[in-house]
C-alpha cells in the first residue's frame, strides 16, 4: 500500500519526476497507455472531503476537472503512469485510480472495462455513486452496482481474489443503465481487494460500538498483524468496541477511559480495565504493550499531550500503533503536518502513515509501525 504522507508539498518526492515534467515513454503495458490517451486522474474519498483531496491533489498540479460528492477527477498536463499516480499520497483518498471514460452508457463503460481488464489481468469491482454517498462501505456494491457485475461476470472472468492483483472500477457518476454517465478506472492504490478501496466490516451485534470498524480498517488498511502474542494498550476505551475486536483476536487489553467498558467484555479473561482519567495514570501499571490505539473525544493537542508519556513508558516494547486524530467539523488540512511532526518524534523508529479511514468521520488516523 502507498504511504500518505500529510498534504502540503510543493512537488513530487525528489525520486519522482514532477508531473510538469516531459512524460516518459510509457512500458509496454503502461496503465497510462492501457487506460487511453486521458490523462485524468480518479480520487474516491468521503462525502464532503473533496475539497480536501483537491488541495492535497493540487500540491501536485493536478487540476480538478469534475466533482461529484465522494468522487473528483483531475487532468494532468501530460499522460500518467502507474507509478506517477503512486507518487500522489494523500490522506484522503480512498482510492486513487488513472481514469478512462466518461462513458455516457453502460454498455460502453462495461466494453471498456472488460478490454481493459482483460489486457492486464485484472479483478473488475462495480460501483455507484449511491454506494460512494453512503456511510457504511457494505452499501458501496448496492442493487445497480450488482446488476453491472453481473454483466461483465458475463463476459469476463476475473482471476482469482489476490490482495496484490490489478483492480480495474466501473464507476456510475450519475444516473443509471444506458442513461448513465460512468467512469472505469485502474485502481492503482487503496485497498486493492476492496471495492473503492474501502474494507467492509459488519459490525457484530456483541460489539459494543462500532469502534470495532475502526480497529479493522487500520489493520487492514495500515497492514496490521495483532494475534495472541500482542498486549494492547486502548487509550479512550468506552464503550468497548475496539477491545472487543482485539480480544477476539486473542490479544490481551488494558483499557483506559473515565467510562467503564459494556458489562460484559469488562469481564473477558483478556481485558483489564483501569477507570481513570489518563492524565492520572501511574506508568508503572501499564502492562509491556506491543500495540497502543487512542481514541480520546479530545482535540489532537490534548489527546497527544496525555498520550505522551504513555508513548514513552511503552515504546521498548511496542511494534505498532494507531491514533485517531479528532480533527472537528472544520478540518484544517494546515494543522496535520503539525500532529504528524509531533508523532515522530513520539515514536522514533517508527514508520508513519496518515488515512482517513472508511470508519473515519471527520477524524483521520495514524498507523505506525516499528522500521524492521
Ligand atoms: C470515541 S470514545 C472511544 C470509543 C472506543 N474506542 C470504542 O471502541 O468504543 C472516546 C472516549 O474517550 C474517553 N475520554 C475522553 N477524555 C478522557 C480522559 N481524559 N481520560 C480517559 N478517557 C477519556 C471518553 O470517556 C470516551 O469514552
Known sequence: MNERRPPARPALPATAAPLSAPAAAPAAKSVAKSTGPSSFVVSLCRPGFETAVITELGGFGLRMAFRRPGLVSFKADQQLSSSDVRQLSTIFSRRLGLAA???????????????????????????????????????????????????????????PADVDAPVVEVICVDGSGDDGRFIVIKAISGLLSCPGGMPSFDV?????????????????????SLGIDDIAVDVGAAPGGVAWALVQRGVRVMTIDTNPLEA?????????????????????????????????????????????????????????????????????????????????????GFDLEIAQLPSNKSDISVGLRRRR
Open 204 to 224: 457484530p451485534a456483541a460489539s459494543p460500538s462500532r469502534g470495532f470498524r475502526n480497529l479493522q480498517d487500520a489493520v487492514a488498511c495500515f497492514g496490521l
Open 101 to 159: 471514460g466518461p462513458f455516457e452508457s453502460e454498455s460502453a463503460a462495461i466494453d471498456r472495462a472488460v478490454e481493459l481488464a482483460s489486457s492486464v489481468g485484472a479483478r473488475v469491482f462495480a460501483l455507484t455513486r449511491e454506494g460512494l454517498l453512503d456511510d457504511d462501505p457494505r452499501d458501496l456494491v448496492d442493487a445497480e452496482a450488482m446488476v453491472v457485475q453481473e454483466l461483465i461476470d458475463e463476459r469476463y472472468q476475473s482471476p
Open 264 to 348: 460484559e467484555l469488562a469481564k473477558h479473561p483478556l481485558v483489564k480495565q483501569l477507570c481513570i482519567a489518563v492524565e492520572k495514570i501511574d506508568l508503572r501499571w501499564l502492562p509491556p504493550a506491543t500495540f497502543l490505539f487512542l481514541d480520546l473525544n479530545q482535540p489532537p493537542r490534548s489527546a497527544l499531550a496525555a498520550l505522551a508519556p504513555i508513548a514513552e513508558r511503552l515504546l521498548p516494547t511496542l511494534r505498532s500503533a494507531v491514533l485517531t486524530l479528532k480533527l472537528g467539523a472544520r478540518v484544517s488540512l494546515d494543522e496535520i503536518p503539525h500532529w504528524a511532526a509531533i508523532i515522530r518524534r513520539m515514536f522514533p
